[in-house]
C-alpha cells in the first residue's frame, strides 16, 4: 500500500520496563533505551492510502489516526512498534486494518485544527467502538525549532525511525514493514494535554510532561504482513 503520513506530533513518557512488559504479547521482548522502556502517543493524519497502482478515493484515502504505542524487537532482531491502540476516523478503514493487519484499531470521532499561519496544531479524538472507553485525546501543540534528520544512537533516532510492526491474532505473532524516507524532526511546545487513551490501554500516564518532537511528514510504503515463526 501507499500512505503519506503528515503532521505527526510524537509525545513519549519513559516507565521501569517491568510497568510495559507485562502488557507485550509472547515473543517480544521490549526494545529500551538507557535502561527505561517509552510509550508514545502519536496523533496525526494519514493522506492518499491505498493499494499500489490505484487512486485514492475521498474519505477512504484521507483521516486522522491517533496510536499509542511501545518499542520491541524480536529475539534481539528487528526492532519495532508494538501497539496497545490505534485510533481512526474511518469506520471502514477499522475494519480492513483489523482484519487484514490484525490492528488494535478502534472507530473514533477526530479532528485537526491548524491555525491561520500553521504556526499550532490542535488534535482531538473520542473513541466510538470498539471499547473500552472512554478513551479520548485532546491537545495543542506548537512545533519550534529547526527540522533535521535523526542522528543513529540517539533517543529522538530510537522514538521515530521504526520500520517493523508487529500484531498477534489468534496466538500466532505476524510482522510488517514500511519503509520511507528519514522524518524531518523539530522539537514542538505542547499545551491542554488531556487524554485517557494510556489509560484505557491498562498504563499509568506519569505526571511528568511528554517529550514533544514534531514532523511534517512522509510518503510511505505499506507492505503484507508475515507470520513470525517463533
Known amino acids: ?18 510497568v510495559v512488559a507485562p ?9 529500551t533505551f538507557d535502561g527505561l522502556a517509552w510509550v508514545g502517543l502519536v496523533p496525526f493524519t494519514m493522506r492518499g492510502v491505498r493499494p499500489r497502482g490505484l487512486p485514492a478515493v475521498g474519505f477512504l484515502s484521507d483521516f486522522h489516526e491517533t496510536n499509542v504505542r511501545t518499542y520491541v524487537h524480536f529475539k534481539g532482531k528487528d526492532p519495532g512498534v508494538w501497539f496497545f491502540s490505534l485510533e481512526a476516523a474511518n469506520a471502514i478503514a477499522v475494519r ?3 482484519a487484514w493487519f490484525k490492528l488494535p484499531y478502534h472507530y473514533a470521532g477526530m479532528e485537526l485544527i491548524v491555525g491561520a499561519q500553521g504556526e499550532s496544531l490542535a488534535y482531538r479524538s473520542e473513541r466510538r467502538w470498539p471499547g473500552p472507553t472512554p478513551a479520548t485525546c485532546a491537545v495543542r501543540c506548537t512545533p519550534k525549532g529547526n527540522t533535521s534528520t535523526s542522528i543513529p544512537g540517539t533517543l529522538q533516532h530510537f522514538l521515530v525511525e521504526r520500520y517493523f510492526l508487529y500484531s498477534t491474532a489468534h496466538g500466532v505473532l505476524y510482522r510488517g514493514q514500511v519503509h520511507h524516507t528519514p522524518y524531518q524532526v523539530r522539537g514542538a511546545d505542547v499545551e491542554g494535554l488531556d487524554e485517557s487513551l494510556l489509560a484505557a490501554a491498562g498504563i499509568p500516564r506519569p505526571p511528568e510532561p511528554p517529550l514533544a518532537l514534531f514532523s511534517e511528514g512522509v510518503d510511505v510504503d505499506v507492505f503484507r504482513l508475515k507470520r513470525v515463526e517463533m
Open 1 to 18: 500500500m501507499y500512505q503519506r503520513w503528515q503532521q505527526l506530533l510524537f509525545l513519549h513518557w519513559s516507565f521501569p520496563p517491568e
Open 23 to 31: 502488557l507485550l504479547p509472547p515473543g517480544l521482548t521490549l526494545d
Open 96 to 98: 480492513i486494518a483489523r
